[in-house]
């Protein structure tokens, strides 16, 4: 076990040098208003990025205490948690195979080392399937000791490891489903109606977090099912099998993203893994005598089950983080073939020696991936590399690269190629937009956000940028009507608000009209001092010094210039 944990230290220690990344950290923690607040009561009610994970969310929010923004204490947690992980599939593997040193040894190391797993490990917001992880396997190893011990203590220490692998992340509802394979994986039968009778509370558990996943995921991260068809999504769900088994052994390429194909076409590329996950099938029935092979294949099937796109949500086939908890189904599965085989000590030896030659191989290939999440920038490049015409990929590094590192010009390359890929996309027409508004090419800014609004006319920001730029061509009337339209569609756009009542002051004249606008936009943010700037034009304009001069003094409050000629003009107001 310790030896397990140390080579994984070794493979993951680089995340520790690591920072965060635009692939969601930004909504988990850099602009999570729950956790950059502290807000405990929200962490522990509110979902957060399509999913309900409180203990996950809390945990972030102990990290934000530790180390604000800082990176360091994050990824620090999140090694030792991996770590901790390891150690518990060792003591869960090692019991499950009746003290069998070697097997709960091989699957701790391959657990702990594999190339799958960085994504989990090295991105901050796969906190979540480390923590849930956690729970999930100390209900399993628990109630191996329920089991030997049936009591009430043991019963109730199971079921509360269970819940709190739930409120860490939905995906420990598979769990009662694998206490029914230890149940017969241990000999016990499935026809012991107080068996069933146990299960039921945990059922009962799944039922309702996963109705509330589905509940919540429906608005968001489910894709529409008419995109792809029916007989696609069965071809994704048999790929995926297929495709995670041939990536335990060839985890190639390794990416963030594994972009879905177009709809009506199966790569050739999904040919392996469609062979190998009829493979997985034939192969269980040849070797269904073998109890702990057959128990193996279960456990990762029971649990990759969930996340292979028959019902498609995300915009992956498949994710490398998902292989964290199925893996050590398989590779159990596979080390208790060989620990039972009628092979000869040196037949064995040699395989053994072979995987653990694997094993160090994965281990250097896991160092250099984990560095591969340093930034975004690495973590994008690394997926272009894999998938040149990725539009997740291309848009994401371009963000990074005009937003953060002010590269703009190689920032609108990046969304050039992403747009001849998926000319609709929204997030590249988008921010494609803004790039063409910094460089004050109107023309362009004008031409995409006018595509952005026909192709997504129920997105509020298309229309804000179209203001925007409409504004910029003094074409204000044009302009008024769309940031309109985006009120209408989002009332809560603090922007447009402001945006209009500028133009209503200066273009317009309407007063009362920029007026109204700027005290909907102090409403929305109160926080933001240039409101206060204009509306104190809007108190002056109408012959009110009191509110003028109370909302200059806000405004420098808050930090926003003032204009000393407006300000002198006020105080000689009568």
């Given amino acids: 076990m310790l030896g397990a944990c140390l080579v994984a230290a070794v493979a993951f220690y680089p995340i520790l040098s690591n920072g965060f990344t635009n692939w969601d950290d930004q909504f988990y923690i850099t602009e999570n208003p ?6 405990w009561g929200g962490l522990l009610t509110q979902q957060v990025v399509s999913n309900y994970h409180p203990l996950t969310m809390v945990s972030l929010g102990v990290n934000y205490l530790i180390s604000g923004q800082s990176p360091f204490s994050y990824h620090f947690f999140d090694l030792l948690l991996h770590l901790l992980n390891t150690a518990l599939v060792f003591v869960f593997t090692y019991r499950l195979s009746k003290g069998n040193h070697w097997v709960g040894a091989v699957t701790a190391l391959v657990f702990g080392i594999h190339p799958m797993h960085v994504e989990s490990v090295a991105w901050a917001s796969g906190r979540k399937d480390m923590l849930f992880t956690a729970f999930f396997l100390l209900s399993l190893i628990w109630y191996l000791k329920y089991l030997d011990q049936r009591n009430w203590k043991n019963y109730a220490v199971v079921l509360g490891m269970f819940a709190l692998s739930l409120l860490s992340k939905p995906a420990a509802v598979t769990l009662p489903v694998v206490l029914l394979l230890l149940d017969w994986y241990t000999g016990r039968s499935l026809k012991d109606k107080k068996g069933w009778m146990e299960k039921l509370p945990f059922f009962a558990l799944s039922l309702i977090f996963g109705v509330m996943t589905l509940q919540i995921q429906a608005e968001q991260a489910i894709a529409d099912q008419s995109y792809y068809p029916l007989w696609q999504r069965i071809v994704f769900a ?7 088994i041939k990536r335990l052994v060839w985890p190639f390429p390794l990416s963030a993203i594994h972009p879905l194909p177009n709809a009506g076409t199966i790569p050739p590329s999904y040919y392996p893994g469609l062979l190998l996950g009829l493979g997985a099938v034939v192969a269980a029935w040849f070797f269904r005598r073998e109890k702990s092979l057959l128990f193996g294949l279960g456990f990762y099937a029971v649990n990759v089950a969930l996340v292979l796109q028959l019902l498609s949500f995300g915009n992956a086939i498949v994710s490398e983080r998902y292989t964290y908890v199925p893996y050590i189904g398989l590779v159990f599965g596979l080390m208790m073939l ?3 085989s009628s092979w000869s000590v040196r037949a064995k030896n040699m395989a053994l020696g072979a995987v653990l030659v694997v094993a160090m191989a994965f ?3 896991t160092n250099l991936q984990t560095r591969v999440w340093k930034n975004s920038e690495t973590l994008w490049t690394n997926a272009i590399e894999a998938y040149p015409t990725s539009v997740i990929a291309l848009s994401n590094r371009g963000f990074y690269l005009y937003s953060k590192l002010g590269k703009m010009d190689d920032g609108l390359a990046d969304y050039n190629l992403a747009l001849q890929t998926e000319p609709d996309h929204a997030n590249s027409l988008e921010n494609r937009t803004i790039i063409y508004l910094h460089k004050q090419n109107f023309d362009a800014a004008l031409a995409d956000a006018d595509h952005f609004v026909k192709a997504h006319p129920q997105t509020p920001k298309a229309y804000l940028l179209r203001a925007f730029t409409l504004d910029r061509l003094q074409r204000t009337d044009e302009a008024i009507a769309d940031y309109t339209k985006c009120l209408e569609l989002n009332p809560a756009e603090e ?15 309407d ?13 929305l943010n109160p926080k933001k001092g240039v409101n206060y ?15 003028a001069k109370r909302d200059i003094e806000m405004a420098s409050q808050l930090g926003e210039p003032v204009d000393e000629v407006m300000r002198k003009s006020v105080e000689m107001m009568k």
């Avoid at 729950?34 to 807000?39: E, K, P, Y």
């Avoid at 922007?495 to 004249?509: F, L, M, P, T, W």
């Avoid at 007063?511 to 409403?523: R, S, T």
């Fill in 34 to 39: 729950l956790v950059i607040g502290s807000d």
């Fill in 338 to 340: 060989w620990a039972n």
């Fill in 495 to 509: 922007e447009a608000r402001s945006n209009r009542g500028v133009i209503y002051y200066n273009v317009k004249k």
């Fill in 511 to 523: 007063y009362d009209a920029a007026k109204a606008d700027f005290d909907a936009a102090i409403q």
């Fill in 533 to 547: 700037m204009n509306r104190a034009r809007c108190w002056a304009h109408a012959g009110n010094k009191a509110e």
């Fill in 238 to 244: 048999w790929y995926g099998f297929g495709e995670y």
């Fill in 363 to 365: 281990t250097v290939v």
